[in-house]
């Protein structure tokens, strides 16, 4: 069964340190794959999708994310993370257009 | 282009009563979909409406729930009546009209439901 497995449920990092959040999928072909932010009480915010092409995938707010094959994976970075970042991260997979699977999410807290 | 639009933002019902929730998806989108978002939980698919259709209604729960996108005007899902454990945030998603698979979703702000 298709799946998306986030491993970190919370995070912390200092404003201004690097940050990598983890995806890992279990799906039979390549999926389509998103991440997205939810601030509190806010809805679902796309960063940035992949669906073909360069493996290295650029997205708003600084944030890019490599979707590696051979790992299933499609981790999310940002080289600096501002206070505003704190927020959580959503992976989803996608394989046909209802069939949307998203992880349980990541909790980023950023110290100052 | 104003984005997907969700209402009420919060909605509070007592056990028994029905809850509606609106969904105006973005300008030039007729793909919805709905999904639940338990408290420290992922979002969970529910259902998948185009104009007059239902497409998908797999994540839907079998009783008390129902939805639907007419010819005009919004999509709603409805819950009848409600118990405790229907307290979420109800997250409506639209997409374009070609529904595609590389489609992307563009999400409302939510629902939020609370059940006394």
């Known amino acids: 069964a298709q799946s998306v497995t986030q491993p970190d449920i919370h995070i912390t990092v200092s404003e201004g340190a690097s940050l990598e959040l983890r995806c890992n999928y279990s799906?039979?072909?390549?999926?389509?794959l998103f991440w997205y932010v939810q601030s509190p009480g806010q809805g679902l915010q796309l960063l940035l999708k992949y669906f073909s092409g360069d493996t290295l995938v650029q997205g708003i707010k600084g944030f890019e994310a490599e979707f590696k094959r051979s790992q299933s994976s499609f981790n999310l970075r940002k080289p600096s993370v501002h206070w505003s970042d704190a927020a959580e991260y959503f992976c989803?997979?996608?394989?046909?257009?209802?069939?949307?699977?998203f992880g349980a999410g990541t909790r980023l807290t950023v110290k100052p | 282009n104003a984005g997907v639009m969700q209402n009420p933002r919060h909605l509070v019902r007592r056990r028994g009563q029905e809850a509606r929730l609106r969904c105006s998806p973005m300008?030039?989108?007729?793909?919805v979909y709905w999904y639940r978002q338990l408290p420290e939980e992922g979002l969970k698919f529910m259902v998948y409406l185009q104009k007059e259709n239902i497409i998908d209604e797999s994540g839907m729960p079998k009783e008390r729930f129902s939805a639907e996108f007419p010819k005009e005007g919004p999509s709603i899902l409805r819950i009848q009546q409600v118990v405790r454990g229907d307290s979420a945030a109800y997250f409506c998603?639209?997409?374009?009209?070609?529904?595609?698979?590389?489609?992307?979703?563009?999400f409302g702000p939510g629902t939020r439901l609370t059940v006394l």
């Open positions: 998603a639209s997409s374009p009209l070609s529904g595609g698979s590389t489609d992307t979703q563009y």
């Open positions: 799906y039979g072909a390549t999926p389509y």
């Open positions: 989803a997979v996608k394989r046909n257009n209802n069939d949307m699977r």
């Open positions: 300008k030039g989108h007729s793909h």
